[in-house]
């Protein structure tokens, strides 16, 4: 059909590509009103926080990821997934980067006086557009000062592709807001492309081994070979690695035996709203 739109359309004007296609027009407008929105979301402050717990052996929790939903008004909870790429291309990201940096942070600090919440970390993910902003450093510093959290509590979460480029320039961000006691994860690894010279200049303290290997690692033995050298190249650089997206004891045993000693995933628990995740929390505590 798109064909024949495109073929009617050079009949018409020769290299005009002014053809009309209603589907295209349909997406189009979604998306438009989509971006309109997302504006409005931004100002009207619609989006909130989940946490996922974070656990070390089977039960100890250590932290969680924070990670964004927009409350829009009339549909249900959108997910990250539907709105980053958008947020990402409209720049606005950085406006939505910069509000979950800033409730992390507040989060951090409501926790740092209740003895049950106060040592866990929270996770952070950094878009590309958020690093390479000039006042990176400055932003997260700031919003660490404006709320008083506690640094070393703070973790960014950074993925492959955000370091191919201006390398030098992350590293040194990187170092910036190490030395206040900030720490950094790389998620998503094995799925981008940083060579390995990267990776042992980069003061990364934590790799996360993308769920994408976790899925199948009990019945691919490709993934479960890429699970073990993860978990190796970490240990040989002194890092330490979490697991993502496992959802099953059977993935966990097995990431166990390799060597893996921290985990996050549905097995544990899904993302949750603040609340639930207190209770959660609590629970885990109690048994
Ligand atoms: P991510 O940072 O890799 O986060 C992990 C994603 O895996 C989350 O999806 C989480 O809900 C999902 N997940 C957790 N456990 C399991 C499991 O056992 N099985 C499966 N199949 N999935 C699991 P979510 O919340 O939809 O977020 C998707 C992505 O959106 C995130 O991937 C991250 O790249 C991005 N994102 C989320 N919040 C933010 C944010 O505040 N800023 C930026 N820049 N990106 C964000
Ligand atoms: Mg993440
Ligand atoms: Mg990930
Ligand atoms: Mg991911």
Not at 21 to 46: G, I, S, Y
Not at 59 to 72: C, K, P, Q
Request: glycine share 4%.
């Amino acid at each position: 059909q798109a064909d024949l739109a495109m073929y009617k359309a050079k009949e018409s004007g020769r290299n005009a590509l002014s053809f009309f296609d209603p589907e295209m027009e349909t997406v189009v407008l979604q998306r438009t009103a989509l971006e309109a929105d997302f504006r409005a979301a931004l100002e009207k402050n619609q989006f909130v926080l989940h946490y996922q717990p974070q656990i070390v052996g089977s039960t100890h929790l250590i932290g969680v990821e924070a990670l964004v939903r927009w409350a829009h008004p009339v549909r249900q909870l959108i997910a990250p997934t539907e709105f980053i790429p958008l947020a990402e291309e409209t720049g606005l990201i950085k406006t939505l980067g910069l509000w979950v940096l800033v409730s992390a942070c507040q989060q951090i600090k409501r926790w740092s006086t209740d003895p049950q919440f106060c040592k866990l970390t929270i996770a952070v993910n950094v878009s590309a557009q958020q690093l390479r902003a000039r006042n990176f450093v400055e932003q997260v510093k700031h919003a660490l000062l404006a709320t008083q959290a506690d640094p070393t509590r703070l973790k960014l979460e950074l993925t492959e592709s955000l370091l191919v480029d201006n390398v030098q320039d992350t590293i040194e961000k990187m170092h910036s807001l190490k030395a206040m006691g900030v720490s950094f994860s790389l998620d998503d690894f094995g799925t981008g492309y940083s060579s390995l010279s990267y990776l042992k200049r980069l003061p990364l303290d934590q790799l996360k081994i993308d769920k994408s290997f976790v899925c199948d690692v009990l019945s691919d033995p490709n993934d479960a070979a890429i699970a073990r050298t993860i978990i190796a190249l970490a240990d040989s650089l002194a890092l330490n690695v979490i697991a993502e997206g496992v959802e099953t004891e059977m993935q966990r045993d097995f990431l166990a035996h390799a060597g893996c000693h921290a985990y996050q995933g549905y097995y544990f628990s899904r993302p949750l709203p603040l609340a639930e995740f207190e209770e959660y929390a609590r629970l885990q505590v109690a048994r």
